[in-house]
Nanobody, 122 residues
């Protein structure tokens, strides 16, 4: 089964673009019908589904974040990337990447990375 690992900076300044990468091993991000997703959890708050890229390359976004979010992938490296622009301190959260059979679910995907904490602060 797949293993997922998030990577990226742990500190981002306000107004900058947050960029995180999820590297997948043990399986291809282009096979089967899966949604490779990004979910975050701010401290003391609930989960928020941010968006996903499907195995066929289609992208889906949380409407509340759509204008600032871009998810892309590099199939040669079997990884996908989240970019969130114009971040504010409210973007401080643990960010998870995961694989799910459906999109838009507000839950931690059954197969996911360990999560990476990102702090937005000057």
């Amino acid at each position: 089964q797949e293993q997922l690992q998030e990577s990226g900076p742990g500190l981002v300044k306000p107004s900058q673009t947050l960029s995180l990468t999820c590297t997948v091993s043990g399986g291809s991000i282009t096979t089967n019908i899966y949604y490779w997703s990004w979910i975050r959890q701010p401290p003391g708050k609930g989960l928020e589904w941010m968006g996903a890229i499907a195995s066929d390359g289609s992208t889906y976004y949380n409407p509340s974040l759509k204008s600032r979010t871009a998810i892309s992938r590099d199939t040669s490296l079997n990884r996908f990337t989240l970019q969130l622009s114009s971040v504010t301190p409210e973007g401080t959260a643990v960010y998870y990447c995961g694989r799910d059979g459906l999109k838009g679910l507000v839950r931690l995907p059954p197969f996911r990375g360990q999560g990476t904490k990102v702090i937005v602060s000057s």
